[in-house]
């Protein structure tokens, strides 16, 4: 399906905005949703408030009946029926539609994730690897919540170096059956699942995915984990011994197991940070509604400072959060419009695509899981003693946002990709990165140049903006210089670099989101100005890490003096615009702009 | 058979209500279909599924945003659409006329409205557009069945309930109880889409309100912060007596 608005959002190519200015108009933004977007919204919002949110008790007792009732209900919906193709009772609509689904659902996290779990890395590989006979057994009572679908990759001791996987398959003398065994670990919805995706390696080498209905013998589920969080959604390991796989149920080809595995990934972290959003928005609320009838020294406390702090600094990090994910995700929808979807290639070619933005996908999880881990955090902290106790959901917001930061790839190996992605761009020539850093390398060494005068209400942060990403190319390039090819084992400086890039992709986000509103908010100007100031100082610590290990005498003295000169700028006044921020937030007892 | 319900368009209870220069300013807030006129919706769509013959059309009368509440209704399931674009503010006793004049021009044989405006709360307009059309009413439905061209009502009394039939046409007002409203679901908003979205304006009913709408306020909540010392109990307990008397007068 085609959105109308897409139509006129730029196609990009990823990793570009670090050296490519856009216009406004040249992205997508939340307010350019279609009204059929809205209606989809509307519908998954009434449904997460009305019928998941009464069941919160139930599904945090690991009610998995309440949860697979819920699951089938949203089948009913077509919630479920997004990314799937219409041959196979789906709706293959857009990834903004799909993001937006995982956004409003979000009010609950354990539902969230088997939700997740399900439509994501539960469904996605049968969409994209399934041969037709495949997609005709399953993909319908998958659309449809009838069926439940599990992923399986992870084990023991192989997390996020998944290739290291134990787990094997054999191939039965009579080529009928594949033979499993091995022990996966920390598998979301194993205690409900009727489909696994199961990897393992054929031979002990050739990484390969399997598809495993539940009952099948030799394979059995493990006991629940007690976790931290997110307590109503079902954790276990499995066990495969001489699991009997036919052979019609490999997925994809034997030893390609890790296309599968991989491209995944890029999609369940855009939805990662859309269900961020959400998630946030909900404990936003509450804590905001905690706090304007909490009354101490007889004034609710919202009228206190520090506690306006922790508003606008938890509401311009949702502003923040929906500009890049949606951004982000329009940008993909843009370079899959055009497609035909009826190619005999096209899912290779919508995987590409999508690869295409593997680092704004990286980004998007690192940033919104640690995003809405301070928000959270902050959200519990207004309820003071009441927060820690479970009568009140801020603990429950709390514990279920920290697996963001675990799942989907660790926010440690996200930093890498995002730094490593970039750089190996800029080395294959694909990434016109080098050139962008010699332009910098030759600015600053032509000493004090004018500072670019922008008109317009965020000048000051198109400043800002300007100074980052040429701080950010500065500081690639003298790590770069400094270790070459080993800047990959230098983890804390590519973390730090992988700092700096998401700032700037962040930071860029808001300011084109708010232009592209015309004025139309006052609100998003200053959550803009607010998170601007914020993500500057962020570069900053970032940008002196790096420099601080990469040179040392005449050299760091130099590299100093030319940080300090790109890094020049006013302060803003941070405390008005947060005071404002925080008011209208209380007013409106929710996150509004 | 040809069944018109009307939509109207209100805040979200868990809004709250902001007042800028004298009007209720909804900029920014969450609009949602009025409950009651879901229910009437509802019920319409469940006459249609039943086996009656019928085509559903909803109503809104109003500014160009009760657009998304008639797509929210069309994507629930009703035929067709009609807008009658108009920026004022209506009274119930205007509005029943350009109701009825719709009704008429589509030869409507049953019309649902809520019973209860969630932002008037007058209870009028059904009654009033029954009156115009000459049409019997049943209120407070919150049980109904259609038989050929009989209808049977229930609805609640002080303890227990009471049972009407009418023969079509008839005006039906909701309450809460009488179904539970269903919410779209993708497909039917896709198909929404395609479906006839009609945009008339107040002046081709020549007609205009009589009751001017002059401002809102909403009621500011001071405080006022009286503390009464409590080291003597028996005398505190008297003086908040003597308060909650003459004071605040709301105990005899």
């Known amino acids: 399906m085609s959105i109308p608005a897409a139509a006129t959002i730029k196609r990009v190519t990823g990793g570009s905005f670090l050296i490519e200015d856009l216009r406004p108009e040249d992205i997508f933004t939340l307010e350019d949703l279609s009204d059929v977007q809205k209606e989809i919204a509307r519908t998954t919002v009434e449904f997460a408030e009305k019928q998941v949110q009464p069941q919160i008790p139930a599904i945090e007792e690991k009610n998995f009946e309440v949860t697979k009732g819920l699951l089938r209900r949203a089948g009913e919906l077509g919630l479920m029926a997004i990314d799937v193709p219409e041959e196979y009772g789906g709706l293959a609509m857009d990834k903004v539609t799909s993001a937006l689904i995982s956004d409003k659902i979000a009010v609950c996290g354990s539902f969230s994730v088997a939700f997740s779990a399900h439509v994501g890395i539960g469904t996605l590989p049968l969409v994209w690897y399934g041969s037709a006979a495949q997609k005709e057994k399953y993909l319908a009572k998958l659309a449809t919540g009838e069926w439940i679908a599990s992923y399986a990759l992870s084990e023991a001791s192989s997390g996020s170096d998944a290739m290291n996987i134990r787990t094997q398959a054999t191939l039965s003398s009579d080529g009928k059956h594949y033979e499993l065994n091995g022990e996966k670990m920390w598998i979301s919805n194993a205690g409900m699942a009727n489909l696994f995706t199961v990897f393992a390696k054929v031979d002990g080498e050739k990484f390969s995915a399997f598809l495993i209905e539940a009952g099948t013998p030799g394979l059995t589920v493990g006991p629940e984990e007690h976790k931290l969080g997110i307590r109503g959604s079902s954790t276990c390991p499995l066990l495969l011994a001489d699991c009997q796989v036919p052979v019609e149920n490999l997925l994809g080809e034997v030893g390609k197991g890790h296309h599968i595995a991989f491209n995944i990934l890029n999609v369940g972290r855009y939805k990662l940070g859309a269900a961020a959003i959400g998630g946030a928005k909900y404990a936003f609320r509450n804590g905001i509604r905690y706090a304007k009838e909490r009354i101490a020294f007889s004034k609710p406390i919202t009228s206190f400072g520090l506690v306006q702090e922790k508003i606008a600094d938890s509401g311009a990090g949702i502003f923040a959060m929906e500009s890049l994910v949606y951004r982000i995700v329009g940008a993909i929808d843009a370079s899959l419009a055009e497609l035909d979807k009826s190619a005999p290639n096209a899912t290779q070619e919508i995987q590409k695509r999508i690869e295409e933005f593997a680092v704004e996908c990286s980004i998007i999880k690192v940033w919104c899981s640690e995003t809405l881990d301070r928000l959270v955090d902050q959200m519990l902290q207004l309820h003071g003693g009441y927060g820690y106790v479970e009568e009140y959901s801020a603990e429950r917001s709390y514990r279920d946002a920290r697996i963001n930061k675990i799942f989907e790839g660790t926010n440690e190996i996200n930093r890498l990709i995002i730094t490593g992605w970039m750089m190996k761009r800029a080395m294959q020539g694909r990434l016109a990165l080098l050139p962008a850093i010699q332009r910098v390398m030759d600015e600053v060494m032509a000493g004090p140049s004018p500072r670019e005068e922008r008109s317009g209400e965020l000048a000051d942060q198109h400043a800002l903006l300007a100074s980052a990403k040429k701080l950010s190319l500065f500081c690639a390039g003298a790590a770069s210089q400094k270790y070459g090819a080993a800047l990959a084992d230098q983890q804390e400086v590519m973390g730090a670099l992988a700092d700096m890039i998401m700032e700037v992709l962040v930071m860029e986000s808001t300011i084109l989101r708010t232009e592209k509103m015309q004025g139309r908010s006052p609100l998003a100007a200053k959550m803009t100005k607010y998170y601007a100031a914020r993500s500057f100082r962020v570069l900053e610590t970032a940008a002196e890490r790096v420099i601080g290990s990469v040179a040392e005498g005449d050299m760091l003295r130099t590299q100093m003096t030319i940080y300090r000169r790109l890094a020049k700028h006013d302060a803003e006044n941070t405390v008005a615009l947060g005071r404002d921020i925080a008011v209208a937030m209380t007013e409106a007892g929710r996150y509004t702009l | ?252």
């Open chain 2, 1 to 252: 058979m040809r069944i018109l319900t009307l939509v109207r368009q209100v805040l979200d209870a868990e809004e709250s209500v902001r007042i800028r220069d004298g009007e209720v300013d909804l900029n920014g807030s969450k609009l949602v279909v009025d409950t009651m006129d879901e229910y009437g919706v509802e019920q319409a769509l469940r006459v249609r599924e039943s086996g009656v013959e019928a085509e559903v059309i909803a109503l809104a009368v109003g500014p160009e945003r009760n657009q998304d509440a008639l797509r929210t209704v069309l994507a629930m399931g009703a035929d067709r659409a009609i807008h009658v674009m108009t920026e004022l503010m209506l009274d119930p006793i205007f509005l029943s006329q350009v109701v009825a004049q719709v009704a008429q021009n589509e030869n409507v044989e049953l019309i649902f409205c809520g019973g209860q405006q969630a932002d008037w709360d007058s209870h009028a307009l059904g009654a009033a557009t029954a009156e115009r059309l000459q049409w019997p009413q049943i209120t407070w439905t919150n049980g109904l069945e259609v038989h050929g061209q009989t209808l049977t009502g229930k609805h609640d009394a002080e303890d227990g309930s009471e049972t009407f039939s009418v023969e079509l046409p008839a005006v039906i007002t909701t309450q809460q109880g009488l179904n539970e409203p269903r919410y779209p679901t993708v497909p039917n908003i896709m198909k929404a889409k395609k479906k006839e979205l009609r945009v008339e304006t107040l002046e081709q009913f020549h007609i205009g309100p009589k009751l001017k709408f002059l401002s809102a306020e909403v009621q500011a909540k001071t405080r006022l912060h009286k503390i009464l010392d409590g080291k003597d109990a028996p005398a505190a307990a008297a003086e908040l007596v003597r308060l909650l008397r003459h004071e605040a007068r709301v105990i005899a």
